[in-house]
């Protein structure tokens, strides 16, 4: 895996930000360009002395100067040092709003092998900062008064699970056996460059004690070093002087933000700005709003598009074409599009990507985006999968130190689930491949993450419906569709035998007539528009009771006689949502017909884990 260089410390402003960096990797990147080693190898040197660029732009917005490239054998990479001149973009790559780079080289031979240009006899002509990389891990870090730093360098490594909870004392006995020659955590057994990569400050004067280290993140899980989110706030929040703060010296505590700020891009999450540590009261409650409110869920980032194949400039091994340039820029995203058109365009028999998922609003089905997620599965459509989980689980108050433990059941554990499969496909006729545009692809690809979502949602609720043992309310009798009170009975019922449960862990699915019903209880309540005159400004229901609302056009039936609905309360650790893969859009010739068959789909599976997390509201509606 390449070492991903971030922006680690901050430079001194009387001279020009001297940055370091990758600056482009052997292999394939992003732009279906392949680099090979020999060839990197021997173009290293020639990237000494070329200019630093915005985004491949001209000669006029240089903004400063390679002084330094070398091939680097390990890494299969060329590295670079450049000198940054313009003061603005300096900030910003202190500030991490610059964080990749890309190059411009010439080339005397370009073969084409499958749709993938090689190019041979490389001069590199120039360097640009750039927002998205060819090569995914062509990046910079600050390499100022980097002698004596005692910031730890900031490495990426495996990230935990963003709910993992957060014990740093118990994490920091993990790591000292894991950094430890025989795994006992002694002291004098212990590896400290490898202990040092759990934490983000260490005293480097006295390496050798364990007092020396500060600010861990990091923890032990299968013999492997992770990130552990919670870990990330809570030390970004002591930097920032929550509970009293942290004694690290004020020249370092850039230097510690930003590799913190590196681990907060790793979860895809946005770090709070800078600012020297107050030990004030107000300030220390300001860091911990912040670490409350990071420490939220959030939806799980989407897959980024890839084509597989698409390129209109097919070949042999041996082809060869004029010299040129390549160049490694980016809107990737509109890129692959328009090669994916153009594949199309040009007689493509088959072409296949996977879009980006396209999360919908807060008020829509989002039942798969909710609940916890497994990416550990393999098999096909029809198959018995194992879906691993981890629950919630109580203590015992022993009598005396030292008495005998009962060991917990189903702590860890497999649910098993059929593997399906979602899918649709339509018919686009030749002429009107023509009238396909990137921006038109790009709305049908978000047509298909909807329909693929909203599938996953059907079979969710066709998966609950079916199990008479789920918890359940029965207000099919009354003369509503739905009341606010049944939000706070349901709730009540669900709290009582769910551990740990927080209302704001819970989605409620609603019918169109239960959401309208449910409108129209508030309206009439006095007291909840008082509290709550939101609702009615803004005319729609996201949250209340600290639960989210999602209105659902496929609420299963409990009556099928007479057509009346169930809603359900889920809390999200009750299920689990595991993907084979994600949204896969494929396309097939019709020659035929003259037409290509555009096919969506999604493998997946389904597992309930703890049926008290679950409440059906048993409903008079029937819309």
Known sequence: MHRSWITSVEALLAKPLRVRGYAIHAGTTRNLNRYLEDELRKAASTL????????????????????????????????????????????????GLIKHVSIGADYEILDVEDGVRIPHDLAFRELSLVAVPGDREANIMVVENLVGERAVRYEREPLADMDREWDADAAEMRIRKWASSDGSGD????????????????DHENPENFGSYKLPHHDVVDGRLVTVWRGVVAAMAALMGARGGVDIPDEDRRAVYNHLRAHYEDFDREPPEFREAHRDEASTEGADSKTHEAMKPQPQPGAELESAGGSTNRGDIGEMSQKGVVVEDADLMMDGRRRFIDALRNGSLRE????????????????????????ILAGKPGDIVNIPYVRDFDMDVLASVGDT????????????????????????????????????????????SEAALR???????????????????????????????????????????????????????????????????????????Y??????????????????????????????????????????????????????????????????????????????????????IKTPATY
């Open 531 to 616: 509290a709550r005159p939101d609702l009615v400004r803004e005319g729609r229901i996201t949250e209340l009771f600290g639960v989210k609302i999602a209105v659902c056009h496929n609420l299963p039936e409990h009556d099928t006689i007479n057509h009346r609905l169930s809603a359900y309360l889920i809390h999200r650790d009750s299920m689990i949502f595991a993907p084979k893969r994600e949204l896969l859009i494929e396309t097939e010739r019709d020659t035929v017909n003259r037409r290509i068959k555009l096919t969506g789909s999604i493998t997946f599976a389904i597992g309930v884990i703890d049926k008290n997390g679950i409440i059906e």
């Open 48 to 95: 000494k002395g070329v200019p630093v660029y915005l985004e491949h732009i001209s000669a006029m917005n240089a903004v400063g100067k390679v002084v330094d490239a070398w091939y680097d054998e390990d890494e299969k990479a060329v590295v670079f040092e450049a000198e940054i001149y313009d003061e603005e973009v300096a900030e910003k790559i202190r500030r």
């Open 455 to 529: 599938a996953v949602d059907r079979y969710i609720f066709d998966t609950l419906i079916s199990d008479p043992s789920i918890p359940e309310i029965d207000k099919s009798s009354s003369t509503v569709n739905f009341d606010a009170d049944w939000i706070v009975e349901a709730l009540s019922k669900l709290l009582s035998s769910f551990k740990s449960a927080d209302p704001g862990d819970c989605l409620l699915t609603l019918s169109p007539g239960m959401y309208e019903s449910l409108m129209k209880d508030i309206v009439g309540s006095q007291a909840i528009v």
């Open 187 to 202: 002291k004098d057994k212990i590896d400290w460059s490898k202990y040092r990569r759990a934490f983000a400050w260490y």
């Open 352 to 375: 296949q990507w996977t879009p980006p998922f396209t999360l919908p609003e807060v008020s829509a089905a989002r039942i798969a985006t909710f609940v916890k997620r497994s990416d």
């Open 405 to 448: 433990l009962t060991a917990k059941t189903n702590l860890y554990g497999v649910v098993q689930a059929t593997l399906k499969e979602a899918a649709a496909c339509t018919m686009i006729p030749y002429a009107d491949i023509e009238k396909l545009t990137p921006d038109l692809l790009s709305e049908l690809e978000g047509r298909f």
